[in-house]
T-cell receptor, first 110, second 113 residues
Framework: GQNIDQPTEMTATEGAIVQINCTYQ??????LFWYQQHAGEAPTFLSY????GLEEKGRFSSFLSRSKGYSYLLLKELQMKDSASYLC???????????FGTGTRLKVLA | NAGVTQTPKFQVLKTGQSMTLQCAQD?????MSWYRQDPGMGLRLIHY???????DQGEVPNGYNVSRSTTEDFPLRLLSAAPSQTSVYFC????????????FGEGSWLTVV
């Protein structure tokens, strides 16, 4: 079967660093994506990993370990506007389907 | 640059009524899909298409029909609306090659009473 697990909710303080974990089990693997979704809005693309290691994009970084079926999204220098849901999604190999986790709701406190 | 356009944004239906959610993209993407998003359930794939004339079922296809007569358009039809279809619907598109992110429309909030 295919399954993606993320924590439901996290809380962090403005200026801090937070790590959101994602574990996945899919039939084959063809890339992992992270999306940000503010309440009442559509998801927007944050990062993509297909090889093991860290991808850095400004304040956001994403890490992948294919052997462990594990990824994390690292958010540095948290700002209030980072309060949102963060969705982990995997594209299984040999398919056009993108499977999404249920998302992690991040609250950033002043 | 319009991207992915969905209409309507909000709709209230009575049980048993039918309706079509429209989706259009202007990026010449081969892949288009429809998701529904419910609290605690995440995004679930309803139907998808990898090109004009080609459609396939996702995780939760029952009660929905799709067609892809052109590259640009991918409408979602609710045949006989049920309260269980109350949800937020997102249309999404991308290039079909692996590694391409999907782009989402703004969403359609549907309530079935």
């Amino acid at each position: 079967g295919q399954n993606i697990d993320q924590p439901t909710e996290m809380t962090a303080t403005e200026g801090a660093i937070v790590q959101i974990n994602c574990t996945y089990q899919t039939s084959g693997f063809n890339g992992l994506f992270w999306y940000q979704q503010h309440a009442g809005e559509a998801p927007t693309f944050l990062s993509y990993n297909v090889l093991d290691g860290l991808e850095e994009k400004g304040r956001f970084s994403s890490f992948l370990s294919r052997s462990k079926g594990y990824s994390y999204l690292l958010l540095k220098e948290l700002q209030m506007k980072d309060s949102a849901s963060y969705l982990c999604a995997v594209r299984a190999s040999g398919t056009y389907k993108y499977i999404f986790g249920t998302g992690t709701r991040l609250k950033v406190l002043a | 640059n319009a991207g992915v356009t969905q209409t309507p944004k909000f709709q209230v239906l009575k049980t048993g009524q039918s309706m079509t959610l429209q989706c259009a993209q202007d990026m010449n993407h081969e892949y288009m899909s429809w998701y529904r998003q419910d609290p605690g359930m995440g995004l679930r794939l309803i139907h998808y298409s990898v090109g004009a004339g080609i459609t396939d079922q996702g995780e939760v296809p029952n009660g929905y029909n799709v067609s892809r007569s052109t590259t640009e358009d991918f409408p979602l039809r609710l045949l006989s609306a049920a309260p269980s279809q109350t949800s937020v619907y997102f249309c999404a598109s991308s290039y079909s090659e692996a590694g391409n992110t999907i782009y989402f429309g703004e969403g359609s909030w549907l309530t079935v009473v």
